[in-house]
């Protein structure tokens, strides 16, 4: 089944103790396209850029199938940008700068082409412009949501109306805290499901990822990594992986949701190899199934009984 | 197999959001054999306390047929007390006081008849006191060791001495990174290997623990308690469910290290829903299994072929 693909295409400025990246592709729409598409499931991308935007980084989208009709090009506009930087752990950044530029007066439009496609996944931007795309959308089968401190803390009215549409909600550890003003992660993702998405994600970075539904809650470990480059899109690339494969399979069981999960956790884990997208070049159907299967060996154990 | 179990006995004042003790009996030695003592097989404990240890205290052992004959009892001596204070998250903690009294002077004695004991554990003690209980046993056949950042800070040189005659080390994320300065776990439970223990454990709080040794990696969950009372004494319950079921299998392969590593985490997450030590008193082995195989459901996940 097809899935739309709705947030940033940025430039971005990237600095990790192992190196740095200068106006590298990136964005949430990005990340999540990349990602979803090695899923063989229609991926369709809505989203503004300036005319900065390099051919390559199209280019790329383009090798991948990614449908870009959506894909608004504003003329003598500048591109989204972002410099991060993460502090030696790689566990924190700090954001140096943000220029909103062409995203400042982002009005998403659904081409007529996009309104009927099942799956929607809505990447961190603002929570009112993510109803606006909700509202042109019929009957989707699933939405997804990301968001982020910004908007929990400025928009959280906009951000509550939003989350009545979403199905699944992705949200990391301080932003289902900061949300919730509960500092325990199962409650806060029940209180998360009371405003709501039917499927809460908890991402956890080094440490998994944690799956609530109504009838399951599944502990995902994270891919034991000793050599992380860059963790920019590595949110993004969950989401991607995670909304790939159930477009692909169109089975909402809690059990194809553990599978999701391990797909988005597959997609994260090359996305952090490499600096900006690069890790999510090259892959193939084969090497996401041989990390699939590496995360099932690194969490699986058996039990046995003793006289 | 029987077990050796040294390590600390102590009356905690414990504060948590949800509540407080006063004088509870509690330390590392209490905590891990009460663990250990449901999986069938002997503990022995070596440990240092005063005349104000109260009687009850030392009934739960009994009860649980904990061998008390190398407990020392000071005449006219205080117990070593430990006062500490939870924040509202129960992540963080502060210690309010320690007193050390009676434990000062603890010169561990290992009985004659304790002197073959295989499996050993050495709970958070001064790595000298460590060693010197080594010293004293046999040819052990699995010696567990415990430590905190006070003695990687402080008595750096003697620790490392110990972990030479470690084959399983067991430490928090925050230890880890201090004794290796090393921010990626996985970089860091190699250096840590290198240090002596074949095996290293890193425990991770809510987020679960990771099992590192020459030929596996592997992530367990954390079990999901919506309502954690007291975390006093999880890190020892864990050391204890994991070191019990050792010895009691008597198997040191990978795949058995995994499930003493759920063993050990089943055992830590019914003690943290109880205040002190009351979480490890009136289970069964029956309870221990079903909580076992919950951890299963938990982190259990299939892989399906798609067309």
């Given at each position: 089944m097809s899935l739309l693909v709705v947030g940033s295409l940025a430039l971005d400025d990237i600095e990790t103790p192992f190196g740095r990246a200068t106006a590298a592709p990136g964005g949430s729409a990005v990340y999540v396209s990349l990602a979803a598409s090695y899923f063989d499931t229609p991926v369709r991308i809505v989203?503004?850029?300036?005319?900065?935007?390099?051919?390559?980084?199209?280019?790329?989208?383009e090798e991948r199938q990614v449908d870009l009709e959506g894909l608004q090009v504003v003329q003598g506009g500048r591109t989204f940008r972002w410099h991060g930087r993460y502090h030696y752990d790689l566990n924190v950044r700090d954001t140096i700068k943000t220029e909103l530029n062409v995203f400042e007066s982002f009005d998403p439009v659904i081409p007529p082409t996009y309104r009927k496609t099942p799956y929607v996944c809505l990447g961190n931007i603002d929570p009112v412009l993510q109803l606006k795309v909700l509202d042109q959308i019929e009957k989707p089968r699933?939405?997804?949501?990301?968001?982020?401190?910004?908007?929990i803390e400025r928009k959280r009215d906009e951000l509550l109306e939003t989350l009545k549409r979403m199905d699944v909600l992705v949200v990391n550890e301080?932003?289902?805290?900061?949300?919730t003003k509960e500092p325990n992660l199962i409650k806060a993702a029940k209180i998360m499901m009371g405003?709501?998405?039917?499927?809460?994600i908890v991402k956890k970075g080094e440490h998994g990822a944690l799956l609530v539904t109504e009838s399951t809650i599944f502990s995902a470990p994270a891919y034991p990594l000793e050599n992380i480059h860059d963790p920019t899109g590595a949110g993004d690339s969950f989401?991607?992986?995670?909304?790939?494969?159930?477009?692909?399979?169109?089975?909402?069981?809690?059990?194809?949701?553990?599978?999701?999960?391990?797909?988005?956790?597959?997609?994260?884990?090359f996305c952090v190899e490499e600096f900006g997208i690069a890790g999510l070049q090259d892959l193939s159907y084969?090497?996401?199934?041989?990390?699939?299967?590496?995360?099932?060996?690194?969490?699986?154990?058996?039990?046995?009984?003793?006289?």
């Open positions: 989203g503004v850029i300036g005319e900065d935007f390099p051919r390559e980084g199209l280019a790329e989208l699933l939405v997804l949501g990301d968001t982020m401190n910004f908007w301080s932003e289902a805290r900061l949300l405003f709501g998405p039917s499927i809460v989401a991607g992986g995670f909304i790939g494969w159930l477009a692909r399979t169109d089975d909402l069981s809690d059990e194809n949701l553990k599978r999701a999960v391990i797909y988005g956790s597959t997609m994260a884990s084969l090497k996401v199934q041989d990390r699939f299967r590496e995360f099932r060996e690194l969490s699986r154990f058996d039990e046995v009984e003793i006289a």
